[in-house]
């Protein structure tokens, strides 16, 4: 699982020009999910996402975690981070999951994030055309693979 975090002084999923979700301080993660992905990847990531000290405390350190600033969570899944660009210019799309696999995966993670953060987790719509507002805290983006575990 491929995740791209980012700290965000708000952000907002429009689908269709109806709005899903919304948070204000927080995380906006994007998630992509390829088929190897299982229940430790997903212990293991959600773990990491709620605990990360990427928010400033009282002496503008990056010292404290979402949970700890009892800040939202905004999950959005995306396929396209499985993306390989090995070969020419149009990525393949071969390693990211079918639906089928995809969806009870991104279901496990929404369930691990809340119980996680202590608290009800936002998301977009698996598979929608969604439209994506965030405005970048910092900006503050962290890349992480649970494959790739450093």
Known sequence: MKA??????????????????SINVGLLVFIGIEDADNDQDIKWL?????????????????????????????????FTLQASTKKGNR???????????????YEKMIIQLEMDLGKKIFTGEFGGDMKVDLVNDG?????????NRE
């Open 91 to 105: 990525p393949s799309y071969l390693k990211a999951s079918k639906p089928e696999i995809a969806i009870p995966i």
């Open 4 to 21: 791209v975090i980012q700290r965000v002084a708000k952000s907002a999923v429009t689908i269709e020009n109806r709005a899903k979700s």
């Open 46 to 78: 959600s773990n990491k996402i709620v605990n990360l000290r990427i928010f400033d405390d009282e002496n503008k350190v990056p010292n404290i975690s979402v949970k700890d600033i009892n800040g939202d969570v905004l999950l959005v899944s995306q």
């Open 139 to 147: 900006p503050v983006t962290i890349l992480i693979d649970t494959k």
